[in-house]
């Protein structure tokens, strides 16, 4: 099984600012995603964070809000952009290797004043 | 838009009884994966039952899928306070986990001690 992390693992921001957060794999993986989980929700795909090319956005996800960069095989970043109240929740990224079982990481927990 | 509902979306048992909860879903599907999320914080992985299966056990877990239905069961045994958690079933349409999941919107399990 992959073991993931992520920074921060919580954060406070004011609203018009950004967010990046980081995801590290403790092995190559094939496949790195981004979700969002707003408070008392289930989890929602952001994308898909390809390596080497431009991430794959799911409806309702678009570049400029969410920027996500894949420069190697165990790390991505996702930055949540012109931070608003709504965009307060918890993001969390998965990775997937040869199988299918998709792990996920700890969560960042997003808060936005 | 979410793929699976969970029902029901809260269970309150004693310890030492069983909790099923059951997840339907829409379209076709690769896999059915169960996750565990305590208090907001990361998923973890339970099992994984592919279209082509139709129970799969570990531990105290035991899973069912109908895909003639579009449905699945997660049966824990002899539950335990620890238990105490959300519980989402996702779909993975892809085979060799490409495609991120999609997710239900889960069950609280509550375990009266």
């Known amino acids: 099984s992959a073991v993931i992390s992520q920074k921060p693992s919580r954060d406070i921001c004011q609203r018009g600012t950004s967010l990046t957060i980081q995801c590290q794999v403790d092995s190559q993986v094939t496949m790195m995603f981004w979700y969002r989980q707003q408070p008392g929700q289930s989890l929602t795909l952001i994308a898909t964070a390809n390596q080497g090319s431009e991430a794959t956005y799911e409806s309702g996800f678009v570049i400029d809000k969410f920027p996500i960069s894949r420069p190697n095989l165990t790390f991505s970043t996702l930055t949540v952009s012109n931070l608003s109240p709504e965009d307060s929740s918890i993001y969390l990224c998965s990775a997937t290797g040869s199988i299918d079982t998709q792990y996920f990481g700890p969560g960042t927990r997003l808060t936005v004043l | 838009s979410q793929q699976g509902e969970e029902d029901p979306q809260a269970l309150s048992i004693q310890e030492g009884e069983n909790a099923t909860m059951n997840c339907s879903y829409k379209?076709?599907?690769?896999?059915l994966q169960w996750y565990r999320q305590n208090s907001g914080r990361g998923l973890v992985h339970l099992i994984l039952i592919r279209s082509n299966e139709r129970e799969k056990h570990s531990g105290r877990l035991r899973v069912t899928l109908d895909t003639s239905k579009k449905s699945s069961s997660l049966l824990i045994t002899a539950s335990r306070a620890a238990d105490t958690a959300s519980y989402f079933c996702?779909?993975?349409?892809?085979?060799?986990?490409?495609?991120?999941?999609?997710f239900g919107k889960g069950t609280h399990l509550i375990i009266q001690p």
């Open positions: 379209t076709s599907i690769n896999n």
């Open positions: 996702a779909t993975g349409d892809s085979g060799g986990g490409a495609d991120g999941l999609t």
